[in-house]
């Protein structure tokens, strides 16, 4: 059977394998029916699949988690871009325009780092659930809500970040399902670090994850009124970011590295 589709796997916001936030990458000639893109992201089995329809100067993108579509994904963007112009589907001086179900997502490289531009969600604060330490294994000082169901926890110690340990069945039951956590950081490289908890769409920790730097960046800005930070998410695999908030856009640049490419046969 001839090849039909190629399928990339990226690690994205790293520039070494095995690090970062892996994603698959699909680029088709032609459109696919949701289903066989979820059947295909269940089989990849990483936080996020996307499927690509490059074109000009539009390409379509989707993204797909291991359960089920969702409107946007930054890391899943990066890695697309990255194979985009890694394999010259758009030459490196021009700017790639995705056309998401979030919205419009433009990518641009820029040295060796790939900054695309992404909507900040505005925040609204929220009381802190009584019990939540024994659902997320922290006591947040302050909690938000946001856009796609995200809640925002804020702590002061980013030790307590880096070991805490969520109860994720506790968490699926609860509004907590889609969880960010931000703490400032500790190394003077860094202006704050995260961890990014999905469970409800069958993800317990995002390794590194864009995306949630669209409530970050205004948040991060209202607390220090700063627009232009340097992240680190502080999972087991680890990934580094540059935001820049723009009024009511967010810059996001990271890294990526090609892991494997391969060719699907369904």
């Not at 796997?9 to 970062?20: H, I, M, R």
């Not at 892996?22 to 680029?27: D, E, V």
């Not at 459109?31 to 979820?38: C, I, L, V, Y």
């Not at 531009?117 to 505005?122: I, N």
Request: aromatic share 10%; net charge neutral.
């Amino acid at each position: 059977m001839a090849e039909r589709k190629r399928i990339y796997q990226v690690d994205a916001f790293t520039s070494e394998p095995f690090k970062g936030n892996p994603a698959g990458i699909c680029i088709l000639e032609e459109d696919a029916s949701t289903d066989w893109m979820q059947k295909i992201a269940t089989e990849m089995n990483v936080s996020e699949t996307a499927f690509i329809i490059p074109g000009t100067p539009v390409s379509q993108i989707r993204f797909f988690s291991p359960a089920e579509e969702v409107p946007l994904c930054g890391h899943a963007t990066l890695a697309a871009a990255h194979v985009m112009f890694e394999k010259g589907y758009v030459p490196k001086e021009e700017e790639i325009v995705f056309s998401s179900k979030a919205g419009e997502l433009r990518a641009r490289s820029v040295k060796r780092w790939i900054t695309m531009d992404f909507p900040a969600f505005p925040i609204r604060q929220i009381p802190v659930p009584k019990g939540v330490e024994k659902v997320i294994g922290v006591q947040p000082v302050e909690m938000y809500s946001s856009s796609y169901g995200w809640k925002l926890a804020l702590i002061n110690v980013e030790n307590e970040l880096r070991t805490m340990k969520p109860d994720f069945n506790a968490m699926m039951k609860s509004d907590l399902g889609h969880l960010i956590i931000t703490a400032p950081s500790s190394e003077t490289n860094f202006d704050f670090s995260l961890r990014c908890f999905v469970p409800s769409l069958g993800i317990y920790e995002d390794p590194v994850t864009g995306s949630a730097n669209c409530i970050l960046a205004p948040f991060w800005h209202m607390k220090t009124n700063r627009n232009d930070f340097i992240v680190q998410q502080v999972s087991k695999r680890t990934g580094v970011m540059k935001i820049s908030l723009k009024e009511n856009r967010v810059e996001i640049s990271g890294q990526a590295k090609t892991i494997f490419r391969a060719s699907l046969f369904v």
